[in-house]
């Protein structure tokens, strides 16, 4: 399990991510923030979830390379930009491509 945490305008957001089976939970200032279940036949693309806090715009990606995932944080001006609406979770093969 995979475990990546950021501090983010006095925000603490933590990401735990089975990286075999698939399951994540994101976690803000200790609430659960979303939840994501293992996927159909363990296969794990990677995903991305839209939130805000006190007004402002992040997005977790959880984007496979391969045999490794890598872990971001987007805030505000990063965050507005991608085409996920709010509470939305992608999980699409293609995200990594076309965004990363």
């Given at each position: 399990?995979?475990?990546?945490k950021w501090?983010?305008?006095?925000h603490?957001?933590?990401?735990?991510?089975?990286?075999?089976?698939?399951?994540?939970?994101?976690?803000?200032?200790?609430?659960?923030?979303?939840?994501?279940?293992?996927?159909?036949?363990?296969?794990d693309?990677?995903?991305?979830?839209?939130?805000?806090?006190?007004?402002?715009?992040?997005?977790?990606?959880?984007?496979?390379?391969?045999?490794?995932?890598?872990?971001?944080?987007?805030?505000?001006d990063?965050?507005?930009?991608?085409?996920?609406?709010?509470?939305?979770?992608?999980?699409f093969?293609?995200?990594?491509?076309?965004?990363?």
């Open positions: 399990m995979a475990y990546k501090n983010s305008n006095g603490i957001i933590e990401l735990e991510h089975g990286w075999w089976s698939g399951r994540a939970k994101v976690i803000v200032d200790g609430q659960l923030e979303f939840t994501r279940p293992s996927p159909f036949f363990l296969q693309f990677g995903f991305a979830h839209r939130f805000e806090i006190d007004g402002d715009l992040y997005i977790v990606c959880v984007i496979c390379q391969l045999f490794k995932f890598q872990y971001k944080l987007l805030e505000n990063d965050a507005k930009t991608q085409l996920i609406p709010f509470g939305y979770t992608s999980n093969q293609w995200f990594n491509r076309l965004y990363f």
